[in-house]
């Protein structure tokens, strides 16, 4: 027996060090090599060299309206997800359900989607003119946008916060402490955590998100990073030094951000997880916190989905002459549901390789958890121009073809599904597959009886939710797409900067009724039983039957 | 002087009646202990007296002052009715210090308030941890601080949720012994929640049973252990059972029925048709079988040595479940179980299911 334990080591070794080369592979080696361009010129295109504009006015007006506009942004989503997380978890409302699902789908729909919809309402003819449009069309509507955006993001952060506060914690301030005031001030003590992690998420959200600058940003000429780094990869001439510099000032900021919520993270996890946290039961809404709160819900439910989706459902509607859809912006469509459905495939194997091995083993666990967080810093769009410049040259010419392409998906999406498969990983017990070992099944069967069944649903969520965004995606897509085979949101953007709202807008909702086909299709198979499996040549006991 | 009071008091959640009439009183200086399987109600009956719950139907009073009573609408909110509270996990504040964690539950005007938090957390023998945060603390170490901000602000009644289950069963030991000692001397009226009997036998001046939201039995611990008023109560105070049994009488005398063999004991005059029997170990009595006389014909199944104790378990033909008494014997002797007709414990039968 002992012999067999170094191939095993070796083999397990060697499997590690096949992932840790993969990401290694995906994202040290393009983010170094486009982030070191300022200092190292050399390691740029042959071509980008020496062809660096003056453009040091426009980079700082964009660093600075970035910085305005996410300060801003966060400090107007906090006390909004700080309430509506109050909601979800300290009081039993008839409008939870509700207001979970749309912030959900809030989260889920691209944001320059929803830019969209907000710019096809404000060409109505009543709306022409109006003082609702002037705002819109300026930094208040670029706000607005954002927040909707961030906000599920911040009310996930707050959750977590009113869940301690709801528990016996905010019991024994009720019993013990006889002054109000103290009472509020320990409670809203015990929330400042959560609201700066609140704060710090939105923050880089909004730092990082293309979609609405891209949009509304690039219609009304408010310059952010994001959009000028774009402007540098797109605009004759290409300037890779001056995108890198740009990149640095996003991932340090959003570094610098990233950091303080991990500070924050750090600090408040000593602090709160002393102890179990029994489950209690959530008071009813008073009469006047239910009228307060559907009318909160209503405003989001409007905003975030009402007003987007039915504006693009008016506009689609419209009557036009001649096709619904041109078969060439139809493609686009057949294209990314390709990309997609690979790419998902693809992030949620090397997901669940990386998060299964995770579970086994604490160093990779902490690399992996920073490998996660520093995606957190690092936004599409530069992944995508690292890439530009990593991926396209004599040993690996891979620019603009899809399977650059297919790579670049997976990098932006692989750590986050490596984040929502954990909690699913860590449930699995350690003894599973060895009590699988020890009756016996080969490691195929065990993937087979036992962790396929027991994964299935995850990875079938995982895999719809990479499917949903990748469909949509934007920022890599536009750097990465091969020639005249443009993606989805490649396409509607295009759709969108000509003004050309009406096909934007069916093209669409083609997309909405796409991924709902997916996300049905992997909700039928997530609830079809597994079919039985044959009778393995070791009988298993009865408890791993009763497992399989 | 009565200090809390709960009259015919409902609680309901939704469609789930959880309190049914529940009439409890708790007299100063004593302490009850409020004792259920999970679901029972007990907690909820706790918070109600602390003012986290609102009865749905029904009075609660402290100290002959109405503090929760939904027709007339009146309800004291919890930091008003002066008590103090040991909860389940703790709940300490996490951001402050053990130190500042008993001091919050002084009012802000109090002289000396720090003073008084830091001789509390002496007197819990965890002074030297007052500048630490709770999350330094090991589970004990954080229930003594929990102890000691619930009894800084002297409130002369003490509730106390689980306080014990989760901590070490050592720990939890030494803790029930300071929690009796610091009651006694400080004269507070205790009510504590607890699913574990040890609490009972440990800690109570009184017992009440809770089971499905009613209060099955409210009584001493002795008269608990002598005279337990359902088959839970008997359970968990030590009984065996749940033995099929029927009403029977053989020679003038009343007894029951159990297998096939009469065992004398007192019925009540409207006693059920079928009833279910439970007796204690140690009032099982073997004889030799060659002995006459009544009982149970059994054979010794196995002997096991159980905390300086032997228990012997017995078959018994017509019986499902072994019966158990205290003793040593050889396995396969044969005897005949004899059993106090007052130590036979008799109750209508629900179900038809064996034991």
Partial sequence: MTIFVPALRLRRQSGASLLLLVFGLLFVYPLLRFLLLPLVPALGPLGSIGVATQQSGLSARAILDTLQLSLVTAAVTVPAGILFAFLLECRAWSGNRLLAMTLWLVFVLPSYLVATGFQILFGWAALRGSLLQHLFFSAPGIVLLLALKGLPFCVLAARTGWRAIGGEIGDAARVHITDAWRRRLLLLRLLLPTAGAGFVIVFVEVLQDFGIAATLGAQIHLPLIIYAIYEQLTTMPIDFAAAARLSWWLVLLAGLAVALHLGIVVRYTSALIHGRQREFLRPLCHRAEAVAATIALAVLVALGLGVPLGALLAEALQPTPGAFLPLGTLTSLGNSAAYASVAAALAILLAAGLAARAGRSGRLRHALDLITLGNMAVPGLVLGAAYVIAFNNAWAPLYGTPLLLLAGYVATHAPMLVRFLQPALGQLHINLADAGRVHGLSFPRRLQRLHIPLLRRPLLWGWCLAFSQILFELPVSELLYPAGRPPLGVALLQLDQSLNYVEEARLALCGILVCLAAIGLAALLATDDPSPAPPSPAPPSPALQERS | ?355
């Fill in chain 2, 1 to 355: 002087m009565t200090l809390l009071r709960l009259e015919n008091v409902r609680k309901r959640y939704d469609q789930t009646q959880v309190l049914h009439d529940i009439g409890l009183q708790l007299e100063a200086g004593e302490f009850l202990v409020l004792i259920g399987g999970s679901g029972s109600g007990k907690t909820t009956i706790l918070r109600t007296a602390a003012g986290l719950e609102r009865v749905t139907a029904g009075r609660v009073s402290l100290r002959e002052y109405t503090v929760d009573d939904p027709q007339t609408a009146r309800f004291v909110p919890p930091a008003q009715r002066r008590l103090g509270m040991v909860f389940q996990d703790y709940a300490l504040w996490p951001h402050l210090s053990c130190l500042e964690n008993v001091a919050a539950a002084l009012p802000a005007r109090t002289q000396g308030r720090l003073n008084r938090a830091q001789e509390m957390l002496e007197r819990m023998q965890i002074g030297a941890l007052a500048q630490r945060r709770p999350a330094r603390l090991s589970g004990g170490q954080q229930q003594r601080v929990g102890i000691a901000r619930a009894l800084v602000a002297q409130p002369d009644l003490l509730l106390l949720d689980e306080p014990f289950s989760s901590l070490d069963p050592e720990i939890r030991e030494q803790l029930r012994i300071d929690i009796r000692a610091l009651a006694r001397e400080t004269g507070t009226a205790s009510l504590l929640v607890s699913h574990d009997p040890t609490d009972i036998w440990r800690l109570a001046d009184r017992v009440a049973v809770l089971e499905a939201g009613r209060i099955t039995q409210l009584a001493t611990p002795e008269s608990l252990f002598d005279r337990p008023a359902t088959p839970h109560v008997a359970r968990f105070s030590g009984a065996q059972g749940g033995f099929p049994a029927v009403p029977a009488q053989e020679n003038g005398l009343t007894g029951v029925r159990l297998g096939a063999v009469f065992l004398p004991a007192p019925l009540a005059p409207s006693c059920a048709p079928e009833l279910t029997a439970y007796f204690r170990p140690q009032d099982v009595v073997s004889q030799p079988a060659c002995t006459a006389g009544p009982g149970l014909p059994a054979t010794l199944e196995h002997c096991v040595f159980e905390a300086g104790a032997w228990l012997a378990y017995w078959r018994v033909a017509g019986l499902t479940a072994l019966i158990c008494s205290r003793e040593r014997q050889k396995p396969g002797a044969a005897a005949r179980l004899t059993i106090p007709g007052d130590k036979i414990f008799l109750y209508p039968r629900e179900g038809s299911g064996p034991p």
